[in-house]
């Protein structure tokens, strides 16, 4: 039985608390150990932060994330000078984390978020052995000239490329963001990893990336296709991993939650019947790294990710947990899904079947590879006119070089892209003729 105290009782931190709790025990869906393992996690080390003594604990079981359970990763990491890309942000932090477990010789973080870097640096020389040499770098993953310097400088054995662009409906508003980073900034460090003989390039990437409706989804879908053309033409070699949500991250549901509820309401959900897959950010990475054990080279990596949560389901218990009641005290607002979101994920196209591996939890995507001459020709012209098309060009030869992709904008959407790539092209012919002599990246 759990005790709630009135809702005008509560502070912020403890609607959240008593949320967790109800949501662990009086979850009605599928129990997926992501979700709940989570949900324990967090209540037991908010508690503990603030001396509150949890007056019910779920008896719940679920894989460790602390450390990689295949020894070969140990092995693969020891001694080895490891980048991560995206460093500080919420997947590329916990990466940074368990790789450092694994006694590499150094660690280069690599992101353009200058605070966020340092307060990480800062944690990581009081949590970890001062032994590891752990190397700091601000730069953006579009500085050609920068990352060639890190590269050239460092000579990482394993890369871990996790800086993207992530949030659907910003990137609906900004393609050219989108395309110079997701696409053109991991053309970049592939490349990197190419020239200096990185022996193991990982590229994170997302569900949204099966049959995607967004820009976002799109560009990851390109990024994908890049490296694995790359693979077939170096000794480099190149592993994907995709999964879905990841909780408590950044601009996540839960914190959004959370911050509604402690405000009054009202708690917003797109659709009532959107789902949406989500695993820890410590098992996001977990798996991740026992991954590169698995790839040889060429693989998507599926992640099992449990079963689907309901978002209104999930508002409902948080609201219901605070001591509110749904649409009385608290109101529950549905908004209509944006432009570009689905209402419910993917984890495989529809020409691909899941393989299994040798890990449970692991599944390898079987697809046709994508041609890697057309794929780098398709991002030469790319790079060529991101400079000057505007976001409807740019959309549309997303859609010509993913051909999956149906964007859900309306302003993208309903327009008619059967414009060919050379007539897009002659639009700007005056100034790409200029740059037709110069490299994408110097």
């Known amino acids: 039985m759990i005790s709630l105290l009135p809702a005008q009782a509560l502070s912020p931190l403890s609607l959240f608390l008593s949320a967790m709790v109800f949501a662990v025990s009086f979850w009605p869906g599928p129990r997926s150990t992501t979700f709940r393992h989570f949900l324990r996690m967090t209540f037991r080390r908010r508690s503990q932060r603030r001396g509150v003594a949890p007056s019910f604990t779920p008896q719940l079981s679920g894989p460790s994330f602390n450390q990689v359970s295949d020894p070969k990763s140990e092995h693969f990491i020891r001694d080895q000078t490891v980048l991560i890309t995206g460093a500080a942000g919420s997947i ?56 060639h310097r890190i590269f050239a400088t460092y000579r990482p054995a394993l890369v871990f490329h996790a800086a993207a662009y992530k949030h659907v409906p910003l990137m609906e508003q900004h393609p050219y ?62 592993v994907v991993t995709r999964f879905g949500n990841v909780l408590d991250s950044s601009g996540s549901v839960l914190p959004l939650f959370r911050q509604q509820i402690a405000r009054g ?77 689905k209402l419910h994920e993917e984890l495989l196209h529809t020409t691909e079947t899941a393989l299994l591996t040798r890990h449970p939890r692991i599944q390898a995507a079987r697809l046709e590879t994508p041609d890697a001459y057309q794929t780098q020709r398709a991002l030469r012209e790319l790079a060529r006119i991101l400079p000057y098309a505007d976001d409807s060009t740019l959309v549309q030869f997303l859609q010509k070089v993913v051909p999956e992709y149906t964007s859900r904008n309306p ?32």
């Open 177 to 238: 963001e989108a395309i110079n980073v997701n696409v053109l900034g991991t053309q970049l460090v592939a490349d990197m990893a190419v020239r200096f003989a990185v022996q193991k390039f990982v590229l994170i990437s997302t569900d949204k990336a099966v049959n995607p409706t967004s820009v976002m989804g799109a560009t990851k879908r390109l990024a994908e296709m890049y490296v694995q053309g790359l693979n077939q033409q170096s000794a480099t070699r190149f």
């Open 92 to 147: 590329g932090s916990e990466l940074v984390r368990q790789v450092l477990q694994q006694k590499p010789s150094q660690v280069i973080l690599i992101d353009q978020a200058e605070s966020a870097l340092y307060t990480l640096e800062a944690t990581l020389r009081q949590e970890y052995d001062s032994a590891v040499n752990v190397v700091v770098q601000i730069a953006n993953i579009t500085d050609a000239g920068r990352i």
């Open 265 to 341: 309401g009202p708690v917003t959900v797109t659709h009532p019947h959107v789902t949406r897959y989500f695993m820890t950010i410590p098992e996001a990475c977990h798996l991740v790294l026992e991954a590169v054990i698995l790839g040889s080279g060429g693989e998507v990596f599926v992640f099992d990710m449990g079963e689907p949560v309901r978002i209104a389901d999930l508002a409902r218990q948080l609201i219901q947990a605070a001591g509110y009641e749904v649409n009385t005290t608290i109101k529950l607002t549905f908004t209509g899904l944006r432009p570009g979101e």
């Open 411 to 442: 302003l993208y959407g309903q327009r008619d892209f059967m414009l060919s790539t050379r007539s897009v092209l002659n639009c700007i012919a005056p100034v790409v003729k200029e740059s037709e002599s110069m490299p994408i990246h110097p």
